[in-house]
């Protein structure tokens, strides 16, 4: 084998070994994260432990997150009344984009930016590598679901029944 095939194998087997090995799994204990909101005020996952926690990783620039939207403004309104917070962690690196996007089409959750955007290390730890991404996360903390079916999936909301009964 030529020494560029063995340095490149050497490459694939340690980003693929070090991305199972901090990826977290339904069970486990979730990673706290800080992301800001737009006064930047900084939220932490403990900020809401205590309750349900829903989360959708998205941006401004992403079409399926878009299409997700009026879907997650009906699950939010649906369950407002239950023990359960709804947010969304923006990676849009452009603030001035992610702010006017949220000013224009505010769904009723929680909006917060990951400042490390696309590169957060909260996201490495769930590896999400597309997005949207939904993950549930219970009042200890503990994740559910880490990746959640989207709110356009009826498999959201029987779901979110069973749990919220």
């Not at 063995?6 to 693929?16: A, K």
């Not at 977290?24 to 926690?53: M, P, Q, T």
């Not at 996360?137 to 959201?156: F, H, M, Q, T, Y």
Request: aromatic fraction near 10%; charge should be positive.
């Amino acid at each position: 084998m030529g020494k560029i095939k063995q340095i490149l194998l050497v490459i694939f087997l340690f980003i693929t070994s070090s991305s199972f090995a901090i990826k977290i799994s339904d069970g486990e204990k979730a990673a706290n994260w800080k992301a800001v909101d737009v006064n930047g005020k900084i939220h932490s996952l403990s900020d809401y432990k205590g309750s349900y926690i829903m989360i959708d990783v998205w941006a401004s620039w992403c079409g399926p997150c878009k299409q997700e939207m009026p879907y997650f403004a009906e699950i939010i309104k649906k369950y407002s009344s239950k023990n359960i917070k709804f947010i969304s962690i923006s990676v849009d690196a452009n603030k001035k984009k992610w702010e006017d996007y949220i000013k224009k089409e505010d769904v009723g959750s929680i909006q917060l930016r990951d400042p490390e955007n696309i590169r957060s290390k909260y996201l490495a730890k769930f590896g999400i590598s597309r997005i949207p991404r939904f993950i549930i996360i219970d009042p200890n903390g503990i994740v559910l679901k880490s990746e959640a079916p989207r709110p356009s999936d009826p498999k959201l909301k029987m779901l979110l029944n069973k749990l919220l009964k």
